[in-house]
């Protein structure tokens, strides 16, 4: 149980408030062994969230971060895009762990099926976005084009699975065909489909009677925001987002969960910044401090593998977010990978579209696995104040290393 183990009948949600990859599976992990629920709203396998436990590494993708707890009930929102293969491979990677998810997880009807045909159509719509150097620099996880179809009502929802859909799917190829000239390989569609529902088929239901029942019944839910507020297709960097709603008024929506019933929003930031992808970076770096952030703080994409861009941290776009978000508190992670630089650089305020530094000292010293705020060196703990000051919100999670246990919790 956490120094601040929530009530019974909580409702917490984990936001990230950058550009994504802040640590929030890891945040997520710590914090589900005190819920009895664990939920992803949005998105799809366009997230990778990683955890370290023991020294094994577990990457999720689709599944929630709190799934190596095994007493969790594990749910999937109407707000998702699901790659049901991707999905398999993360039940089978975790059976090897030693975890059967299957008779604890739930997945909404509601949701939508991402077909192997929406990541060749990101693919292609990428092409052509390069050739005029306005690529988004997509995942090619096939997001977007599964959140268009749903836009466009044309989509195929979870509820289908088990039924045959091969007259849905004909119905596509002749689209796929004079749109983005692909070819509908439907047997390998179908037979995935087949495949999942032979697993998942009893996963399936509606999500929205569960959750409320479980609300009734004072349960603990644990929502784990996937992307980030940035990155959220209104209130992001737009057209540089991704296509879903990645706020907590999204994670809501995508769950069917009533803003009334909401606790508290915890955002995550890093103690500097990353961005995969193109888009503005105001505190972005280039050369050997980039490649040092990259370096240790092992920035490169958990799914697609890219470098991560890196900057630094930037109180506007925290301040932004927890305006749209709501946050509680911060979990501010990776502090420790800052530990060999000589002065850290933070923006302060934008200027005529440039950002204002104001340089902080560095503490030249090691704070992996520190869990006590006061053993933070004076510097560290300078920079963290200055946070909570600067955004109004205090600091409660200081991620001080990749392992589960390494995070100063703050009550
Ligand atoms: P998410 O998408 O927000 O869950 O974040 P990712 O998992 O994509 O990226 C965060 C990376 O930083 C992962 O490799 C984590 O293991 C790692 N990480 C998280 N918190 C810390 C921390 O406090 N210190 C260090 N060194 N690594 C961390
Ligand atoms: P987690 O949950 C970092 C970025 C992509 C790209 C843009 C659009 O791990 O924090 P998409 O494939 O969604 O159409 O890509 O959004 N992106 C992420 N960047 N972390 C993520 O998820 C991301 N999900 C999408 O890099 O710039
Ligand atoms: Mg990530």
Redesign the pocket.
Known sequence: MSPLAPSSGSVTAVI?AQW???????LIDLLAEDYDVVARACGGAN??????VGGK?H?FRLLP?GCLHTHAEIILGAGMVIHLPTLLEEIALLRDAGIDIVPRLRISCEAHILFEFHKEIDGVLEERRSKTGTDIGTTRRGIGPAYMDKAARMGIRMERLGHDISEELRKRAHDLQTCYGITLNAKRELKQLHEAAAILKDCVTDTIDLLHEHMQAGKRILIEGAQ?TLLDIDHGTYPYVTSSSTTIAGALQGLGIPPKVLGDVIG?AKAYCTRVGAGDFLTEVQGETAERLRER??EYG?VTKRPRRCGWLHIPDLRRSAMINGFACWNI?????LDTETVIPVGTEEKNGKAVMKEFVGWKTAT?GITAFDQLPKQAQELILFIAKETGIPVRYI????GRE??IVRS
């Open positions: 990230g994504g990859d802040e640590g929030k599976g890891k997230a990778g969230h990683t955890i370290v590494k990457v971060s980030a995550v703080g092992g958990s992670t990776k502090l420790d990978v992996v991620g001080t290393g990749q390494e995070m």
